[in-house]
């Protein structure tokens, strides 16, 4: 089983859907592999007890899993930052509830996603996985129409650094953007890892022609014949 919980800031808009619309909510997301149906429905007796505005839990075919997020199906401009943490406890827990509920000055989604399992095990092939000794990875993110850039920005930063104390330094790429995202992007790999990449990037992209992602830049005075750069 995997889980997910987030503190999302609803706007007072027509598009949101009566109860949820205009207030504070928390959303809790389970995903789990087919099995039995009974423990499932045992595991999320305690969830349900505390009450809930709506409740989707179901089955779902794999194709509907990008369902369980209930992520906007229009494009739409956000800010966004990360960190991956280790142990949490009620003083870290405490710390993001302090930012990220109902009267947050900023409108933003704070959440946490559970990690472990598989993603601890070192991989039988070497691959570029990093951060496997996170417990957590936080996440916020703001819609840019909702509020100011200058306003967002400083509000993900006291998020981020309320967290520090349990952060492991790593990063998630997939919520890594806005300022400093480049200087971060080393910190979403392990060392021996990022090394290896950027001297496959000199190899295939000495010039840095594919630069408009996550960058990583070719590692300098080693261009030359394709190989495996160790």
């Keep these: ?14 598009a949101i859907p009566e109860p949820m ?9 389970i995903a789990c592999a087919p099995g039995d149906p009974g423990g499932t429905e045992r595991m999320m007796g305690p969830l349900r007890a505390i009450g809930a505005i ?36 009620a003083t870290s ?38 951060n496997r000794d996170a417990r957590y990875v936080l996440n916020v993110v703001s819609r840019l129409e909702r509020a100011d850039i200058a306003e967002i920005r400083p509000a993900h930063a006291r998020v981020l650094d ?10 998630f790429l997939n919520f890594m953007n806005g300022e400093g995202a480049a200087a971060q992007v080393r910190s979403a790999y392990d ?3 990022y090394e290896r990449l950027t001297g496959l990037k000199a190899v295939y992209d000495p010039h840095n022609t594919f630069r408009l992602n996550h960058n990583i830049p070719p590692a300098r005075g080693r261009t030359g014949e394709r190989g495996d750069p160790r």
């Design 93 to 130: 827990v405490q710390a993001i509830l302090d930012l990220a509920g109902p009267h947050a000055q900023v409108p933003h989604i704070v959440e946490l996603r559970h990690l472990g399992g598989r993603l601890t095990h070192p991989p039988a092939e070497g691959n570029a996985v990093g």
């Design 21 to 29: 619309r205009g207030r504070h909510t928390v959303q809790v997301r």
């Design 54 to 89: 709506s409740d989707t839990l179901g089955e779902l075919a794999y194709a509907e899993t990008g369902s369980i997020y209930n992520d906007p199906v229009v494009p739409g401009a956000f800010e966004a930052g990360t960190a991956m943490l280790g142990e949490l406890d």
């Design 1 to 14: 089983m995997n889980s997910s919980v987030a503190l999302i800031s609803l706007p007072d808009v027509p």
């Design 162 to 171: 309320a967290v520090a104390p349990w952060s492991t330094g790593g990063r």
């Design 191 to 193: 060392a021996a890892d």
